[in-house]
């Protein structure tokens, strides 16, 4: 059949002995071309996107239920799940329009604040949540924290080059489905996409795939977003688990003065039940001393969220103070510094006042955030 298992001519997936620099000059050409081909599959706009996908989901389904070493009993189970595709394609249409509808109408926003450099405002924004809600987000701002000191910057050229893949894989599609759509000769007027089964759909596309990344950069900065994360990870652990030693040391100490008041009227009361009283005063000591040292701990994180915070207000507003006359330099500028105190205070105590947490609505706002911060704090909590 015409035009199946064929590669597209693209050689983005070849090593060459061009330098970084002309690598990085070639890959910056067509930017604004591959930042339209990733907004029309974002909207929904790229030809028969959904279609694709389902041709993908049910030719590997295919080729799963094909394969002599698939048990008997998975094949009804994958018939199953081919009826479920069209749906799925539906929602995904459906999800991919309302995504389109939200770049298109944040584009013109995101240009007219590109003109007035709306980078300067963005460390004064994260300044004002860390003042007034560092405590909320404690897990989610030491991971910055730890990432900005480790490898935040590894970690960055890392999600640079995955990016750069991709954007490159999305136009090689886009092109890939330009010439699937050409006539077939000899095949009744059918393009040579329709001509092919959805296996060999699957197969066509794994082998673009195949062709334009780049496996060693994808594998390498798979590696990078990976081992940062498991180091930001095991560094939380370990402030942690500090906590976690000093509350117990502190309800082993408060343990002695708890036994010597209570155990005797306790053992009392319990009757033929006594044994059961020192072990569970013991335990219950331990649980009050780690609350006890895990809510100093997040009193302290609060209080560091609030001045640190402040510091990137303040950092902003000498920005705007600071003219080509005269450069106002926040580590010294006495107001600055009072400004730094005043604002890290009000921040430190709205924070105790109102017990570390978001309330609604602005819960809703910082959902994403929640979201993060509850995964890493899961990480820290349970992966081993």
């Given at each position: 059949?015409?035009?199946?298992?064929?590669?597209?001519?693209?050689?983005?997936?070849e090593d060459d002995?061009?330098?970084?620099?002309?690598?990085?000059?070639?890959?910056?050409?067509?930017?604004?071309?591959?930042?339209?081909?990733?907004?029309?599959?974002?909207?929904?706009?790229?030809?028969?996107?959904?279609?694709?996908?389902?041709?993908?989901?049910?030719?590997?389904?295919?080729?799963?239920?094909?394969?002599?070493?698939?048990?008997?009993?998975?094949?009804?189970?994958?018939?199953?799940?081919?009826?479920?595709?069209?749906?799925?394609?539906?929602?995904?249409?459906?999800?991919?329009?309302?995504?389109?509808?939200?770049?298109?109408?944040?584009?013109?926003?995101?240009?007219?604040?590109?003109?007035?450099?709306?980078?300067?405002?963005?460390?004064?924004?994260?300044?004002?949540?860390?003042?007034?809600?560092?405590?909320?987000?404690?897990?989610?701002?030491?991971?910055?924290?730890?990432?900005?000191?480790?490898?935040?910057?590894?970690?960055?050229?890392c999600m640079r080059?995955?990016?750069?893949?991709?954007?490159?894989?999305?136009?090689?599609?886009?092109?890939?489905?330009?010439?699937?759509?050409?006539?077939?000769?000899?095949?009744?007027?059918?393009?040579?996409?329709?001509?092919?089964?959805?296996?060999?759909?699957?197969?066509?596309?794994?082998?673009?795939?195949?062709?334009?990344?780049?496996?060693?950069?994808?594998?390498?900065?798979?590696?990078?977003?990976?081992?940062?994360?498991?180091?930001?990870?095991?560094?939380?652990?370990?402030?942690?688990?500090?906590?976690?030693?000093?509350?117990?040391?502190?309800?082993?100490?408060?343990?002695?003065?708890?036994?010597?008041?209570?155990?005797?009227?306790?053992?009392?009361?319990a009757g033929k039940?006594?044994?059961?009283?020192?072990?569970?005063?013991?335990?219950?000591?331990?649980?009050?001393?780690?609350?006890?040292?895990?809510?100093?701990?997040?009193?302290?994180?609060?209080?560091?969220?609030?001045?640190?915070?402040?510091?990137?207000?303040?950092?902003?507003?000498?920005?705007?103070?600071?003219?080509?006359?005269?450069?106002?330099?926040?580590?010294?500028?006495?107001?600055?510094?009072?400004?730094?105190?005043?604002?890290?205070?009000?921040?430190?105590?709205?924070?105790?006042?109102?017990?570390?947490?978001?309330?609604?609505?602005?819960?809703?706002?910082?959902?994403?955030?929640?979201?993060?911060?509850?995964?890493?704090?899961?990480?820290?909590?349970?992966?081993?």
């Amino acid at each position: 059949m015409s035009g199946v298992g064929e590669s597209v001519p693209v050689q983005l997936g070849e090593d060459d002995e061009s330098s970084d620099e002309e690598k990085v000059i070639k890959t910056q050409k067509p930017l604004d071309k591959k930042r339209k081909s990733h907004r029309k599959l974002v909207s929904g706009e790229k030809r028969g996107a959904s279609a694709d996908l389902s041709r993908i989901a049910k030719g590997l389904l295919k080729s799963i239920g094909n394969t002599s070493k698939t048990p008997a009993w998975i094949k009804p189970y994958l018939k199953k799940a081919e009826t479920l595709i069209p749906f799925i394609a539906t929602v995904f249409r459906a999800v991919s329009r309302v995504l389109g509808a939200v770049w298109e109408g944040l584009s013109p926003l995101l240009c007219s604040l590109k003109e007035t450099h709306w980078q300067i405002y963005i460390p004064a924004i994260l300044g004002l949540i860390m003042v007034f809600y560092g405590g909320a987000f404690m897990f989610l701002i030491a991971a910055v924290e730890a990432y900005r000191i480790s490898g935040w910057e590894k970690t960055q050229k890392c999600m640079r080059d995955l990016y750069r893949n991709y954007s490159e894989l999305v136009e090689a599609d886009a092109i890939d489905d330009k010439a699937l759509g050409k006539i077939s000769e000899g095949d009744e007027g059918k393009s040579i996409e329709e001509g092919m089964t959805d296996e060999q759909y699957l197969r066509h596309k794994v082998e673009l795939l195949f062709a334009v990344v780049r496996p060693q950069q994808v594998m390498d900065a798979v590696h990078g977003i990976t081992s940062g994360f498991f180091a930001v990870v095991a560094t939380i652990r370990m402030k942690f688990a500090e906590s976690i030693t000093l509350g117990s040391a502190l309800g082993e100490m408060g343990e002695k003065y708890v036994k010597a008041i209570l155990l005797q009227d306790l053992e009392e009361v319990a009757g033929k039940y006594q044994r059961w009283v020192s072990p569970c005063l013991g335990y219950l000591c331990r649980i009050v001393g780690i609350s006890i040292a895990y809510t100093l701990q997040r009193v302290l994180f609060a209080f560091h969220s609030a001045f640190r915070g402040a510091h990137l207000i303040v950092l902003t507003i000498a920005h705007f103070l600071s003219n080509e006359k005269r450069k106002v330099d926040h580590e010294t500028d006495l107001k600055l510094i009072l400004a730094k105190v005043v604002i890290g205070t009000l921040g430190f105590v709205k924070q105790l006042v109102g017990g570390f947490e978001i309330y609604f609505p602005l819960s809703i706002f910082f959902l994403p955030a929640i979201c993060a911060n509850w995964i890493i704090g899961f990480a820290v909590a349970y992966w081993n």
